[in-house]
């Protein structure tokens, strides 16, 4: 399946030739390091590992500079592995082989994995939805709060605890976060930069992971039949 790892360099506006305003992200894509290849015969499966965007040995491990050293690279900051369908597909790859942005090249929809802004600690109201309590006379100075949570108290077989999946107070965002089926604008393979329609997960810099789509709707999976 053809993939890179990124990243998100941000957002901006595409003018098409009949003069359309499309908002897109632009996504630093590659170029990446095949660092290792496995088979069925050697590691149960088959997959290709790739590394992203180079960094001073000093900010890495001993672990990491050896392994990616067999590839004959420098040690990488991400790594991510793209399982293949069988051993003759990833025996096409080799250690050391760079993918660019080229290797999206007739791929119309895409796939975007990422890691999405952390929001911090948030109430109930903000994570949930919750629409808080009654604004009229004779509610305390608690108006966001989730009110009862005592029906919950009990939950058989774990005790007086509230019962798992509660909807409560707690941290919101920094989480995987995957994008689907999203439209590639246009791909600069000399600059590596791809162009995809509307937002993506997580901020400006964040690493993302861009596949082909695999699941596709019925209108775009006709527009990809045909590309």
Sequence with gaps: ????????????????????????????????????????????????QLG?????????????????????????????????????????????????????DGIKFVDVIGTSKGKGFTGTMVRWNFKGLCASHGTERKHRSP???????????????????KKMAGHVGDERVTVRCLDVVSIDAAKNLILVKGAVPGASNGYLFIRASNRLYKRKARIQASA
Excluded: W
């Design 1 to 48: 399946m053809p993939a890179i790892i990124g990243k998100k360099i941000g957002m901006t506006r595409y003018f098409t030739a009949d003069g359309k305003n499309i908002p897109v992200t632009v996504i630093q894509a590659g170029p990446c390091v095949v660092t290792q290849v496995k088979t069925s015969e050697t590691d149960g499966y088959a997959a290709v």
């Design 52 to 104: 992203f965007e180079e960094l001073a040995a000093r900010n890495s491990s001993m672990p990491v500079i050896g392994h990616d050293a067999k590839a004959g690279s420098d040690p990488l900051r991400v790594h991510r592995e793209v399982r293949c369908a069988s051993d003759d597909e990833a025996k096409g790859f080799e250690l050391g082989q760079r993918i660019d942005a080229s290797c999206l």
């Design 147 to 165: 009110g009862s949570i005592g029906s919950h108290g009990t939950d058989r077989g774990h005790g007086a605890k509230i019962k798992k999946g």
